[in-house]
């Protein structure tokens, strides 16, 4: 069964600087589906990013990045430029390419992210 | 953002009482979730479905039930409810490639 890990529980960054929070997983898969999704104080959970793992080029979305480490099982997600709204819980999660019928997603415990002013 | 509605938003009921969670989805997606998020958790899956009438279990099933008899409604059934069932409910909603999910803005469950 793939597990996904995120070792750090709590993040702190001064607003316009640069933080990485980290992710690993565990699969004995080659093909998958990589997410990062934030939930802020309203709890609605959003997508920032996906990665899929036969593509080495690593995913950006304007101000968010990832580092895409697949031999590592790494998944790190890089916010360039931090602004307040950026203050929130971040979940990393895997899917199976080949999930059949099911797809669904395995998440991490999630890494809750402060922003300083 | 994607035509997903949750109801009700929040709720709070006795143990031993029956309770459903209806999502309701306006983007004709074929696959539909029920995840519930506790702290030190995360996201767990409860039960899915992959069309009309066509569903299955997720990790943490037990004491669930789901139904889906149309395309746009996900029932998620608490048949008794137990306090260690209070959460936050999330439905989710996919469409094939690239398999994103997309979330309702979830329930907030409380049982007493």
């Known amino acids: 069964a793939q597990t996904v890990t995120q070792s750090q529980p709590e993040m702190s960054v001064q607003e316009a600087e640069t933080v990485t929070l980290s992710c690993t997983y565990d699969t004995s898969e080659s093909d998958y589906y990589l997410f990062w999704y934030k939930q802020p104080p309203s709890r609605q959970m959003i997508l920032v990013i996906r990665q899929e793992a036969y593509k080495q080029q690593n995913a950006t979305e304007n101000r968010f990045s990832v580092n895409f480490q697949k031999a590592a099982k790494s998944f790190s997600l890089k916010i360039s430029d931090s602004q307040l709204g950026d203050a929130a819980m971040y979940f990393c999660?895997?899917?199976?390419?080949?999930?059949?019928?099911?797809?669904?997603?395995?998440f991490g415990k999630g890494t809750k992210l402060s922003v300083k002013p | 953002d994607a035509g997903i509605t949750q109801s009700p938003r929040h709720k709070v009921t006795e143990t031993g009482t029956p309770v459903t969670l209806r999502c309701h989805q306006t983007?004709?997606?074929?696959?539909m979730y029920w995840y519930r998020q506790d702290p030190g958790h995360g996201l767990r899956l409860i039960h899915y479905?992959?069309?009309?009438?066509?569903?299955d279990k997720g990790e943490v099933s037990d004491g669930y039930s789901v139904s889906r008899s149309k395309t746009e409604d996900f029932l998620l059934t608490l048949e008794s409810a137990t306090s260690s069932q209070t959460s936050v409910y999330f439905c989710a909603i996919s469409e094939g490639h690239p398999y994103e999910q997309y979330f309702g803005p979830g329930t907030r469950l409380t049982v007493t």
């Open positions: 479905s992959y069309g009309v009438k066509d569903t």
């Open positions: 983007e004709n997606h074929r696959y």
């Open positions: 999660a895997y899917r199976s390419k080949d999930g059949g019928s099911q797809g669904n997603l395995i």
